[in-house]
């Protein structure tokens, strides 16, 4: 029978030992999970799902958007042709690398460490011709003293280079001193440990045949080689003879210890951290695969995520680039970085037409310009670049005129 060989027999004499408190947290440790404390790093946080999720919806909506160079001219916005910009911007970044995947990786950087920064690099005659992200996590930033100015210290593949800070550009997850950045794995450290540390009592509690630990209790005294022995036939069952009787002799009982998933309010939990990584991101939980919304709530909540979380970010890297890409006489003639958004709403067939029906009728787009932004062809002839209103629009001087 189980543990028939593992049991001798009783002895008359008592044994007790003492343990401190480090080695009662010890043991527990090591009942219910693996002994080891969790690392709260981006191995650890890409592998929980609504983390990875939300950091892939949001570099993915960043490295989309296209930014261009454009120029006031009067109540007109003029693009302009630089070549060595809309290169580095439109066509490619670095010999490596897309614009799109540029931009990615820089959010990247953000999301897990604060800032993600682009080393803008320049020509002798001050154009930028090169932009290459760097590794946040290799990056430490030292102040001078003397002269109040910070330096950027990277040492890549055991290359060291110090940047001045007009030398990069910085994309801020968080910061609240501007040289600085706090990221995900600071600003939810405690919500990805307490995630990971679910997911690994899952694992653990399927590896040991969806049992939860628990105790022999044995009418008898044993000396520590016995209760070795009592252990190891018992784990035996509960692992190689899962799914099978067990039978206890000599007056064992087994005690369970812990609380099952239905307890602990497992599903629950994890649920929780879903809602918890949507309000550290913005990201709407419908994104991240949850919640029951409507068609509707959810269209709205997408307009919601563009304008409350990604426009701060399109912003912030349009007054940045502005200041570090362009020339002073560029900024002195007006010119700045403009980011177009609307490329993450275009939406279905029917959402896309009405709007352009709304901005033709009320005269902001003519026909060409909406045909541009399907890709499509201008009307030939010219008429396509006409504005258009409907008639029953009109000005409240026109109506006093009666015209």
Request: aromatic share 10%; glycine share 8%; with cysteine.
């Amino acid at each position: 029978m189980l543990l028939n060989r593992a049991m001798r027999n009783p002895r008359n004499s008592q044994e007790s030992n003492s343990m401190t408190w480090e080695e009662v947290q010890q043991w527990f440790k090591n009942t219910f999970f693996n002994g080891d404390e969790l690392d709260v790093g981006v191995h650890t946080a890409e592998t929980l799902s609504p983390v990875a999720a939300a950091h892939r919806i949001l570099t993915n909506s960043f490295g989309l958007i296209p930014f261009g160079v454009y120029r006031k001219d009067g109540d007109e916005r003029v693009p302009v042709n630089d070549d060595n910009l809309s290169h580095v911007l439109k066509v490619r970044p670095n010999a490596n690398m897309s614009p799109f995947l540029c931009r990615k990786i820089i959010m990247s950087n953000a999301f897990w460490r604060g800032f993600g920064a682009c080393w803008n690099v320049q020509n002798q005659l001050g154009q930028v011709v090169e932009r290459i992200p760097l590794p946040t996590d290799c990056c430490s930033i030292r102040l001078d003293k003397n002269t109040g100015q910070y330096w950027y210290d990277y040492i890549v593949d055991g290359v060291r280079r110090t940047f001045s800070a007009f030398e990069l550009s910085f994309l801020f997850f968080e910061s609240y001193d501007g040289i600085h950045g706090r990221g995900m794995l600071q600003l939810a450290r405690e919500v990805i440990a307490a995630d990971g540390m679910a997911q690994r009592y899952n694992k653990k509690f399927y590896q040991n045949g969806a049992r939860i630990s628990g105790i022999v209790e044995v009418d008898a005294d044993a000396d520590p080689e016995t209760r070795d022995r009592i252990k190891e036939e018992f784990k035996g069952f509960a692992s190689a003879d899962a799914f099978k009787v067990a039978v206890l002799d000599h007056t064992m009982k087994y005690n369970p210890i812990g609380l099952n998933q239905s307890d602990a309010q497992y599903i629950e939990s994890r649920g929780f951290t879903v809602e918890e990584i949507s309000r550290f991101t913005g990201i709407p939980k419908y994104m991240l695969q949850t919640g029951k919304e409507s068609y509707d709530s959810n269209a709205q909540q997408r307009v919601d995520y563009v304008t409350d979380t990604l426009i701060p970010y399109v912003t912030q890297w349009e007054q940045e680039n502005t200041y570090k890409l362009l020339t002073k006489d560029q900024k002195q003639t007006g010119c700045y970085l403009h980011g177009n958004v609307s490329v993450l709403l275009r939406g279905d067939d029917v959402s896309r037409s009405n709007f352009y029906q709304k901005m033709i009728q009320n005269g902001i787009y003519n026909p060409d310009e909406c045909r541009a932004l399907e890709e499509r062809n201008a009307i030939p002839g010219g008429i396509g670049k006409k504005f258009l209103a409907t008639k029953n629009l009109g000005s409240l001087e026109s109506i006093v005129k009666g015209k």
